[in-house]
């Protein structure tokens, strides 16, 4: 099924673990073909399951996938063109959280991808200040904070973190539009 066929001896016929594979290997062609005849909710976490139905708990790939939404795996991967098939998706909730409460704009202006950032930045529910209540920083700077949550890191803080200056530039731009 995968356009390079080199990952094909470790998918199933499951149709979710096609759709993670694709995401995180950046297989564009095959991720619309997957989604369009098969109604999935682009913001659940997919995963493969045995034959009874219950998840595949295996210690790699499908373990991690399992926690993480399409959109965030697809940012994580900095796959630009997933990413902006999966943000024209009518349903898609651009700041999704994973288990550990960030969203792919915190991990995206962590890392510093700056073109993966700028992609999320187009979609109109956005959330520059969307914090992550289960972290706390205290020597961050105040602007980099949601007012209501003043400990609680934003993708702001997380690119501050980081150094990732043309991310914030980004996320100032953004927040002055």
């Known amino acids: 099924m ?3 066929n080199k990952y094909n001896s470790l998918l199933n016929d499951d149709i979710k673990t096609d759709i993670v ?11 619309k073909l997957l989604m369009e005849n098969n109604i999935i909710d682009v913001n659940t976490a997919m995963y493969q399951v045995n034959e009874e139905g219950f998840q595949i708990d295996d ?3 499908l373990k991690w996938s399992s926690t993480n939404p399409l959109l965030t795996i697809a ?4 796959h630009t063109d ?3 098939f999966l943000l024209n998706q009518p349903n898609i909730d651009v700041n999704i959280r994973d288990t550990f409460n960030e969203t792919p704009l915190m991990l995206a202006s962590e890392r510093g991808y700056t ?5 999320l930045l187009t979609h109109p529910n956005i959330d520059i200040y969307k914090p992550n209540e289960r972290k706390s920083y205290r020597i961050a700077p105040n602007w980099t904070f949601n007012p209501n949550f003043p400990t609680a890191p934003t993708a702001l803080t ?3 973190d980081k150094d990732n200056n043309k991310v914030i530039e980004e ?3 953004h927040k002055s539009t």
């Open 75 to 78: 940012c994580l991967r900095s």
């Open 59 to 61: 210690e790699g790939f």
């Open 158 to 160: 997380y690119a501050w």
């Open 171 to 173: 996320l100032l731009f």
């Open 2 to 4: 995968h356009s390079e």
């Open 21 to 31: 594979y694709s995401c995180y290997y950046g297989y564009l062609k095959d991720l």
């Open 82 to 84: 997933i990413i902006e």
């Open 115 to 119: 073109a993966v950032v700028r992609l």
